[in-house]
């Protein structure tokens, strides 16, 4: 069972980083940002592939809210207003086999896609396109005894399908720097592990309507036990999400009303969420993770709840059925 556990630690882990885009789940222009927090939730240090191994994802997300909140925390006068998506995305993830600062060096891309649909005052949009592409040259992990650390740097792509002045646009107009590093701990022989992972998004502007989203800082954790005799584990996870430096438009601070009138200045992001989690693995070297995640202590975005389903195997298996079992 132990080894079952800590099969599910390689694959379940990586999973989303930065893959899907629950767009609604962050602040910055538009509500939106490039970095999907939230999806990371098991062993975020200790799963990565094995020694020259390509591991495939499957993320998929749903996320509902039905009011967007102020710098105040106070829900705004917006009749009607509705937020539904639907987000899926595929990653490969390859260890390249090769010591690399003394750690292991892995890379990965991951390309989402979201449907989006938003109710306004003024009216109904949908739209489906590809949204922020994350690509990741480097991520060094290392590993002693049940502890388990990495850093990684990340890059994000501009949106796709992006319409100057619509009401609803999928991703970022924009490209970001995403340093990042973590720790997972996995005592009593991987039964247990806690998790935390830190990322730090540094946005460019968006040159099309020269609005500079602030940088964003995101912790991550997670905590899981293993159910003695069954092939599964249950934990909590969550995140911590703050907005560090003001928006910008046309080189000024960007600013807004809030519920009560006053003035919003920086429409600066805020956020905390917390759910269960349960994973059960597949086959020797794959992994599902199912979780929920509700909203709390908002400033500046939607209020709501994401809903995940998440999967990972050996890219072996894709076309030797039997290879990982």
Not at 116 to 124: E, I, T, V, Y
Not at 139 to 145: A, D, F, L, P, S
Not at 223 to 234: G, L
Request: net charge negative; with cysteine.
């Amino acid at each position: 069972m132990r080894t079952e556990t800590q099969l599910v630690h390689r694959l379940v882990s990586i999973f989303g980083g930065v893959l899907l885009l629950c767009v609604a789940a962050a602040a910055t222009e538009k509500g939106g940002s490039v970095w999907p927090v939230g999806a990371e939730s098991v062993a975020m240090a200790s799963a990565v592939p094995r020694s020259g191994q390509t591991m495939v994802y499957e993320y998929t997300c749903f996320y509902v809210a039905n009011e967007l909140d102020d710098a105040h925390g106070k829900k705004l006068p917006l009749p009607d207003f509705k937020l539904r998506v639907f987000a899926q995305a595929v990653k490969l993830s390859h260890n390249w086999g090769t010591q690399f600062l003394g750690g292991e060096m892995v890379s990965y891309v991951a390309v989402p896609n979201v449907y989006q649909q938003l109710h306004l005052p003024n009216g109904k949009f949908t739209k489906d396109a590809l949204t922020n592409i994350n690509l990741v040259p480097i991520e060094v992990y290392y590993h002693r005894k049940s502890a388990h650390w990495f850093y990684a740097l990340q890059f994000e792509t501009e949106g796709s399908g992006y319409e100057p002045g619509s009401s609803l646009n999928i991703g970022q107009h924009n490209v970001a720097l995403t340093p990042a590093a973590g720790f997972t701990l996995t005592p009593h022989h991987g039964e247990q592990e806690i998790s935390s992972r830190f990322d730090y998004v540094i946005n460019n502007a968006d040159h099309d309507t020269h609005y500079h989203s602030g940088n964003e800082f995101f912790w991550q954790f997670d905590a899981r036990q293993e159910i003695p005799h069954h092939r599964m584990t249950v934990g909590l996870v969550g995140y911590y999400y703050q907005q560090i430096t003001d928006d910008h438009q046309n080189g000024k601070v960007f600013t807004s009303l809030n519920a009560d009138g006053t003035i919003n200045s920086g429409n600066r992001g805020r956020q905390l969420d917390f759910g269960p989690q349960v994973t059960f693995p597949f086959g020797k070297h794959g992994g599902l993770a199912i979780k929920w995640e509700h909203d709390m202590l908002v400033q500046n975005k939607p209020r709501g709840n994401g809903f995940w389903f998440q999967f990972g195997i050996p890219f072996s298996m894709l076309h030797h059925p039997n290879a990982g079992r």
